[in-house]
């Protein structure tokens, strides 16, 4: 015979779930609330006033202006870049004009024409000549500066000439994706990602472009929910297109994280974003949807004194030091990947040689390069054990004894041979400085072997210049807090 359930117990558990369920929704969009609190606060103060945006496109129409006058009417200008999408940031007093080409230019008339163009209606102002894929103008304005790009006008990715076509359809895309609230979420984002040092697509920050965060943001329809979703993220793969599974495109593109360009499907606009950079932003959105606050867009990051500095070198006991040589004369995009490669060529040697390296870290202010090393064991013994093969393997025994016959030792440990020999460097300072001296053969890159044969290394702690703090501060005393 069956029992009827305890009335008075079943209907309290009930309740119980029933208030533990209100719990956490009030607590859900009270979380939200918060979090739309911040947004709000935070925009204002990042956001274009309505005077500073009508400066910036009077300082663009005016640039316009002077190149409409010196092009063919077959040439078209166009603005691009943030101003032109709505995304731009306050203070950020820069943009792109485009000089649009017909496509039956070759590319080499295309790029000098625009040259050309860019020079004589710029004829009597400040002017920087730029490379990339082919060469641009810089023009300073006032307190604004542009950049003068000379490109193929195109409707599709099809017709593209060259990779900086397709601005213009990014332009088109994000202007037809976002809404007003989705260009100052953008806004919000970039502000986010830069007080972390992630946002950038120069290979010297290898973090997210500007391109990138209005595509997130277009995706998800919301910072909150980009938020929330790049929390959970682990190897995150997006078509926005919806063609391709995550699994297709992790076969196509092999990039930490991957998002397909929606004007041209071939494209990863995230290839140059770093698996550190997308970390931190992984871990950053984490701790704010934890603990929403304005510090995650506005925190300082500290500069510490020297003496700071040369306490925290004296108390982690290690031997700090600091390879300085003249930059090479080569563009940012160029030096800031040669120059992390020099570092872990550097690396790689003096652990080859059985030297320890904590860590290390590289810097350059364009004029000047350092990389700085930390080694934890600098100092070894004359002597090193080589170890050889097991005994049973006898050809290989009769050559590892070959071409250890000079050794002080040659004897059986266990069952493998072992080769007791003088070891070719003791002192990782004297190995470093002979590695500079002649770094070919290092797996240096070209442009910096030059450059470093002409270094002076130095104890770190004698970094007192003022613009070496930066460094040193990032390194010694990075902490998340």
């Known amino acids: 015979m069956m029992r009827a359930p305890n009335q008075p117990a079943f209907f309290g558990d009930l309740i119980c779930r029933f208030f533990k369920i209100a719990r956490g929704i009030i607590g859900m969009l009270r979380q939200k609330e918060k979090i739309a609190r911040v947004f709000s606060s935070a925009l204002p103060k990042i956001k274009p ?25 077959s040439v078209e200008i166009r603005l691009a870049g943030s101003l032109a999408k709505g995304t731009n940031l306050s203070k950020n007093n820069e943009f792109d004009i485009f000089i649009l080409f017909p496509r039956h230019y070759a590319h080499h008339e295309m ?10 209606a710029f004829a009597g102002m400040r002017t920087e000549s730029r490379y990339a894929e082919h060469p641009y103008l810089q023009v300073f304005h006032g307190g604004f500066h542009a950049d003068i790009v000379p490109a193929y006008k195109i409707n599709d990715i099809g017709q593209k000439g060259s990779s900086v076509d397709r601005s213009q359809l990014h332009t088109q895309y994000v202007n037809a994706k976002l809404d007003a609230k989705g260009k100052d979420d953008v806004r919000l984002l970039k502000r986010f990602m830069k007080n972390f040092g992630i946002y950038g697509a120069e290979l010297r920050v290898e973090g997210f472009s500007g391109y990138l965060c209005e595509l997130l943001i277009a995706h998800y329809g919301s910072l909150a929910k980009l938020m929330e979703a790049a929390s959970k993220w682990d190897a995150p793969a997006i078509d926005m297109a919806g063609g391709k599974s995550a699994a297709e495109l992790r076969k196509e593109f092999s990039s930490p994280l991957i998002l397909v360009d929606p004007t041209d499907p071939k494209r990863n606009v995230a290839a140059v974003v770093a698996e550190t950079s997308l970390s931190r932003f992984v871990f950053e959105c984490r701790r704010f949807l934890k603990g929403p606050s ?54 790689r040697h003096l652990e080859s040689l059985d030297f320890s390296v904590f860590g290390y870290y590289h810097w350059s202010d364009g004029n000047e390069c350092a990389v700085l090393l930390e080694l934890d064991c600098w100092q070894l013994p004359a002597v090193k054990k080589s170890r050889g093969p097991g005994v049973r393997f006898a050809s290989d025994v009769e050559e590892f004894t070959r071409k250890h016959a000079d050794c002080y030792n040659l004897h059986i440990e266990h069952d493998r041979m072992v080769a007791v020999e003088r070891r070719k ?13 002649n770094p070919h053969g290092l797996g240096i890159p070209s442009h910096m072997e030059g450059p470093l044969s002409q270094c002076r290394i130095i104890d770190a702690k004698r970094l007192s210049g003022k613009k070496y703090r930066e460094l040193l501060s990032d390194y010694f005393f990075m902490k998340i807090t």
């Open 294 to 347: 304005e510090r995650f867009f506005f925190s300082q990051k500290k500069q510490r004194s020297a003496a700071e500095i040369g306490g925290a070198i004296r108390k982690r006991g290690t031997l700090c030091l600091a390879v300085r040589f003249p930059a090479p004369k080569v563009v940012p995009d160029v030096l800031w990947p040669q120059l992390k490669k020099a570092a872990q060529a550097l690396v």
């Open 111 to 120: 790029a000098m024409l625009g040259l050309h163009y860019a020079r004589r």
């Open 49 to 73: 006033s309505a005077r500073e945006t009508e400066e910036c496109f009077e300082a663009a129409a005016q640039l316009i202006r002077k190149l409409e006058r010196v092009v063919p009417q």
């Open 425 to 437: 460097e003791t002192d990782a300072l004297g190995a470093l400085a002979k590695a500079c001296k």
